[in-house]
């Protein structure tokens, strides 16, 4: 199924939404991506074309919840319960996967059910799994996520975060892990979304079809490829594919070792404060998004470029702005910011 995906390395432009993308593989942590565009812009194809690139991750065999067994702290009741008897717990690799969510899903759906009448009976619980339980350890994808009731969005965002799902139905509760990266694609055209909702995704990118003659030809030119012999064009950029691959296995493995110098810590605290951003929630993110850059580049500091590279990323959606007025990003101000480092 892989083979018939576009691949993400043939994507022509769009740096921004395969950067942010690619941070959120590198640290799950982030908190998400939430792209918004023009319908026509590469949006899906780029988000499902991860799945080509994603690292393998190692399971429980059997698990419908895809635990770790490296994390005995992020278990489910199942997987917890095997643990205490049997002292240990088996594991293998698998890829990690894209998700998708289907628009028109219920809360049921996304978050699993209980089967009360069987709890009744026999004093046992059983869960079905949702939505949640298979985007545990992925990543999971929301098309036109701004159409998409609120309530449904909230229950995503809330799993993200904490890293756990949590069903009560009639006094009976369950939970499981379900820690995944948070992808949604939405057309502003079509509706916003809330900006409580706005501020709970990690980063943000605005994408934009290119006006480069060039390159508007060169996208043409490897899409007609593609499509007249898909198997044929994934082979020709195997080798491109596979160094990206490696390169976020080799990302993720250096994250926990790259340092953040006092000085660069000072300059995201005076960019988030400098743009009038509430909260500390900016800051954090700005800081973890710049850690996975320096890693995904195979740096063990973070430098001002990293900041560069993901300030727009953080802010963007998260600035105060004035009825009819357009981002007020300006990149001359970010650089007096970083003026020191």
Known sequence: MDKLLFPFVSIVGQDDMKRALLLNIVDPGIGGALIKGEKGTAKSTTVRSL????????????????CDPSRPDRLCPYCAERLSVE??????EV???????????????????LDIEHVLKT???????????????????????NLLDDHIVDLLLDSAAMGVNYVEREGVSFSHPSRFVLV???????????????DRFGLSVDVHGDRDTAKRMEVVRRRLAFDSDPEGYTASVAVETEAMRRRIIDARAMLSKVTVPDPV???VV???????????RADITMLKAARANAALEGRPTVIADDIRTVATLVLSHRMRRRPFEEEAFDPEELETCLKGI
């Open 95 to 113: 890829p990690m996967r894209v998700v998708e969510l289907p628009l028109s899903a219920t809360e049921d759906r996304v978050s699993g059910t």
């Open 270 to 280: 005076s960019i988030t404060t400098h743009f009038g951003v509430d909260g500390h």
């Open 184 to 198: 949604g694609t939405m057309n502003p055209e079509e509706g916003e979304l809330r900006p409580q909702l706005l």
């Open 87 to 92: 002292g240990g717990l088996p594991s293998e």
């Open 123 to 145: 004093g046992e619980k059983r869960f079905e799994p949702g939505v949640l339980a298979q985007a545990n350890g992925n990543l999971l994808y929301v098309d036109e996520v």
């Open 51 to 66: 799945s080509q690139i994603l690292p393998p991750r190692s399971v429980v065999p059997g698990c419908p919840f895809g």
């Open 265 to 267: 810590l000072e300059a």
